[in-house]
């Protein structure tokens, strides 16, 4: 079937592993590319002209708050969803019309959805009975695949005698036991707290560097998307707002939605005041050479990510570095940090995060009421324009103590 | 005053007790009095203990016929309303379709109809079409007709706790619809279907009002126990009755013990399991 890589029967997942990597090098398992696809249900607009180029054996991931068509997009691709206008291809060649059971992907749900009535092995070796590969095969395969995710010893205990972390990791085994050409992950870490989290985060990656599959990997944990992925693409509304390599995601966000969605960001409102110059809203001119992307007298915001800035009581510290003025509403303790909340005009709030590199250090910084000055390096600061679509707001970004810079 | 103390202690347990003895008692009577030896054509009242009717429990011929057809009948009313009905819960909880809504409203008038209504009504139909011979037949699309409505309502709620994701997820790994529905659907709702199938069996076998209008010349058991009723009924009605009564029960445990069964299973979840190191990777 589709589903079937060329690949003859092999003896170890190990093989299996170093076939599948040497395919994802050379001859490739198969990309994604979407071409103008639109998904409407009724009135509602799930995914808006979307294209996208998923390259052949990369890790990429949607990223973006629920409701910003990312599941959808996925389910398009799987085939449990059909574009209403535009193009799916995997591995080039246009999957419309076909239906989920015959295309070349598999999924690990968000649920896990094992079947509840069969046993471990039986669940991993669902899709190869389908595709009717020998038995002695699926015995080997399924048992390969087990020990790949350390469950050999379950293999005849049914799906609700585990945890929920065996559970995700039966799910990836069912799905990457088939070889697809595309595996689609759904946020598949999701139910899981976060200590299991993290190891599985770093365990998926190893597994997808291992067998060389194209991973397209759903999440809206912002953190998780720059763990693992090779790109991702940040999605608000059904419309992509960015995609890109995690640094560049990161640190040269393209809108104040991207800005505001992937980690802390400080975004403050600002005039190109020239092609070289901006006026900030709540304090000083300040020369970068991105205000040439701006025409004149358009308005922008400036970013400054919190790790970046640097905070001393007023009066003292570099004032050749561009900074503002404000007061220190909060200050938090976070272990690794001290977080705090600055306020530089009104309504308009930064967040500085000092890291905690001694006691000394953490117990000279300003507390909460104190008059500081909060600088930073010029190359530290990026120009963003306002996003098309809405700005992201607090109640959808996930993650905690995310401090918008304009409300 | 003790006493006055203890029946207020032990007052939900003795009303209990009493409720449960209203309910059985008259079936522990018609058991009873299956060991009865009765002088005349009555089995009224109690004159002396004999197995005699247990070894000959099948000695009456017309009673032994009724009988099987009573088991034959339900047999394949129970076989045709649940085969229908679970097609029909599928198509009401899955499928949006013009008219759903009062269908479903639709399927519970059998259920909340009068029986001699409904029985009146089909004799008055069968007559009327004209195609079928009261017999067998009718009784058959009878019993099925007011089956279906029981097998509905518990198989539809079986499906609407349904974890349609499962169905996505066989889709996903390369099965067709109807190797989803064979593998992984029915598989699931098999409680369900299991327990339709039971029910419908149990209320065909019962069926009295509807059977008596179109059973033509056909003698289920209740319509033979009733017609036996007018010329004194054999202490065979009761053995065998004891026996349905016992085969009830033994059917009703194993499901209770099935299912007792099932949960100790989903709920068995070892510490070491739990507690086991995330991944190794061999590389």
């Not at chain 1, 190990?14 to 071409?35: F, N, P, T, Y």
């Not at chain 1, 809108?255 to 969605?261: D, L, R």
């Not at chain 1, 570099?318 to 200050?331: L, M, R, Y």
């Not at chain 2, 369900?192 to 069926?207: K, M, R, T, W, Y």
Request: aromatic share 8%; with cysteine; net charge negative.
């Amino acid at each position: 079937m589709e589903g079937s890589p060329d690949l003859p029967p092999t003896d170890s997942a190990e093989d299996r592993a170093e076939q599948a990597a040497g395919k994802a090098a050379g001859s490739g398992s198969g990309g994604v590319r979407l071409e103008g696809v639109t998904k409407q249900f009724g009135d509602f607009t799930a995914v808006e002209e979307m294209d996208l180029d998923i390259a052949d054996g990369e890790f990429f991931t949607m990223l973006g708050p629920s409701g910003c068509g990312k599941t959808t997009t996925l389910r398009m691709i799987a085939g449990f969803e059909q574009p209403t206008t535009g193009k799916v291809l995997i591995d080039g060649s246009d999957v419309a019309g076909l239906p989920a059971f015959k295309r070349p992907t598999n999924t690990v749900f968000q649920s896990y959805a094992l079947f509840p009535h069969m046993t471990l092995e039986e669940n991993v070796g669902f899709g190869l009975k389908r595709k009717k590969v020998p038995k002695d095969e699926i015995k080997k395969r399924v048992a390969g695949e087990l020990e790949r995710v350390g469950l050999s010893r379950e293999a005849k205990r049914k799906p609700n005698q585990l945890s929920g972390g065996q559970q995700q990791r039966v799910a990836l085994a069912r799905a990457l036991v088939n070889l697809p050409k595309v595996l689609l992950l759904d946020e598949p870490l999701g139910a899981l707290d976060l200590k299991l989290r993290k190891g599985l985060q770093v365990q998926l990656k190893q597994i997808q560097r291992d067998v060389g599959i194209t991973f397209v990997y759903v999440t809206h944990d912002q953190e998780e998307a720059l763990t693992m992925s090779d790109r991702i693409a940040v999605m608000n509304e059904g419309r992509i707002e960015q995609c890109d390599d995690p640094e560049s995601v990161y640190e040269r966000p393209s809108t104040t939605f991207v800005a505001g969605f992937i980690g802390v960001s400080n975004l403050l409102p600002a005039v190109a005041s020239s092609s070289s110059e901006i006026k900030l809203d709540t304090g000083p001119a300040i020369a970068t050479p991105e205000a040439s992307r701006f025409g004149t007298g358009e308005r922008c915001f400036a970013v400054v990510r919190p790790e970046k800035l640097e905070i001393d009581l007023e009066g003292r510290g570099d004032t050749s570095k561009p900074g503002v003025d404000g007061v220190v509403e909060t200050s938090l303790y976070l272990g690794t940090a001290t977080q705090m909340a600055v306020r530089v005009a009104e309504g308009v709030s930064m967040t500085v995060l000092c890291p905690n590199v001694s006691d000394e250090e953490r117990q000279s910084l300003p507390g909460a009421g104190a008059r500081v000055r909060i600088s930073w390096l010029p190359e530290h600061m990026h120009l963003v324009a306002e996003s098309a679509g809405n700005k992201a707001t607090a109640d959808e970004t996930p993650t905690d103590n995310v401090t918008q810079g304009v409300n | 005053m003790r006493a006055w103390r203890w029946l207020r202690e032990n007052s939900i347990l003795i009303i209990g007790l009493l409720a449960i003895a209203y309910m059985l008692v008259p079936i522990l009577v018609i058991a009873v009095f299956s060991f009865n030896d009765p002088p005349g054509r009555y089995n009224f009242e109690w004159a002396g203990f004999t197995t005699e009717y247990w070894a000959d429990a099948f000695g009456i011929e017309e009673l032994t016929e009724s009988l099987l057809t009573s088991i034959r009948l339900a047999f394949f009313t129970a076989i045709g309303a649940t085969i229908l009905g679970t097609l029909l819960a599928i198509a009401l909880v899955r499928y949006q379709f013009f008219g759903r809504r009062a269908a479903n409203l639709l399927i519970v008038i059998p259920m909340a109809t009068p029986e001699v209504v409904i029985g009146a009504a089909l004799l008055s139909f069968f007559l009327t079409l004209d195609v079928f011979q009261l017999g067998f037949t009718t009784l058959l699309i009878a019993h099925i007709m007011f089956s279906v409505s029981f097998v509905v309502i518990v198989v539809r709620s079986r499906l609407i706790g349904f974890d349609r994701r499962l169905e996505e997820a066989a889709a996903d790994l390369g099965a067709n619809a109807f190797t989803t529905f064979r593998k992984v659907t029915l598989p699931l709702i098999a409680p369900g279907v299991a327990s339709a199938a039971f029910l419908s069996f149990a209320l065909s076998i019962d069926d009295f009002v509807i059977s008596n209008f179109n059973s033509g010349s056909t003698v289920t058991f209740p319509l033979y126990i009733f017609g036996a009723n007018q010329r004194g009924i054999p202490v065979q009605v009761n053995v065998i009755a004891t026996m349905l009564f016992a085969v009830t029960i033994i059917a009703m445990l194993a499901v209770i013990i099935q299912q007792k069964r099932a949960e100790k299973a989903a709920a068995m979840r070892p510490e070491e399991v739990a507690n086991k190191p995330a991944i190794s990777i061999p590389v």
